[in-house]
């Protein structure tokens, strides 16, 4: 069974103010992300179904202009092709899994 060890992986930051250590399986991706209070995601949609797992602290999640604060211990679901955008009220911790697997391309510095 592989193991993976999130303190191992490279940090990047794709949008300021989100922290990301992101990995791949087979059939699902995963991203580890440290957030800093005040940080967004813009509106956006993609074929992959997110889970988010909010590990402490607190985030709006907006679905279809939706939104809805989720916190530390609870989780949202964004289904695929569903418009959504985030803003992080707190510093946050967040994993966030995709399947099937997201194909973009992560550049870390």
Do not use: C
């Amino acid at each position: 069974m592989p193991i993976v060890v999130a303190d191992d992986l490279t940090v990047g930051e794709p949008l300021p103010g989100w922290h990301d250590r992101y990995f791949r399986s087979e059939n699902m991706s995963f991203e580890y992300y440290d957030v800093d209070e005040g940080s967004s995601i813009h509106e956006h949609s993609h074929d992959e179904e997110e889970v988010w797992h909010v590990v402490e602290g607190t985030v709006e999640i907006s679905l279809n202009g939706e939104p809805a604060i989720v916190s530390g211990g609870n989780a949202a679901v964004v289904p695929s092709n569903t418009t959504h955008s985030v803003v992080a009220l707190t510093n946050a911790k967040v994993i966030i899994a995709n399947h099937p697997v997201r194909q973009r391309i992560v550049q870390h510095r």
